[in-house]
Nanobody
Framework: VQLQASGGGLVQAGGSLRLSCDGS????????MGWFRQAPGKEREFVGR????????WYADSVKGRFTIARDNAKNTVYLQMNSLKAGDTAVYYC?????????????????????WGQGTQVTVSS
């Protein structure tokens, strides 16, 4: 299984970016996909999650209303649309897959609940 995150870059505060996560060796329809981020010197932080069947989403309070996770079934791709970016959003962003048995709701934020990880893509927001 390989996950590939892409779409990072440098953007000014208030701007937008869309990250993509492509998978091979894993059908996303059998997984729940998460996005995490890690800033220098900080622990990996939950950003959001999407349940492939039904498309239910969950977000960290810090990004709620600004970030949106979506999926493209045909392309086996999950997206993270980031709007109104802030300097505090600067981090390496990772996509991750949770496969059955799925994590329970209270564990969605836990990186250890995810089985597969992409390599990360850098997002830098300048203020």
């Amino acid at each position: 299984v390989q996950l590939q995150a892409s779409g990072g870059g440098l953007v000014q505060a208030g701007g937008s970016l869309r990250l993509s996560c492509d998978g091979s060796g894993l059908s996303f329809s059998s997984a729940a996909m998460g996005w995490f981020r890690q800033a220098p010197g900080k622990e990996r932080e939950f950003v959001g999650r999407i349940k492939w069947i039904g498309g239910n989403t969950w977000y960290a309070d810090s990004v709620k209303g600004r970030f949106t996770i979506a999926r493209d079934n045909a392309k086996n791709t999950v997206y993270l649309q980031m709007n109104s970016l802030k300097a505090g959003d600067t981090a390496v962003y990772y996509c991750a897959a949770d496969t059955p048995p799925f994590a329970i709701l209270s564990n969605y934020h836990n990186p250890r609940a995810y089985d597969y990880w992409g390599q990360g893509t850098q997002v830098t927001v300048s203020s």
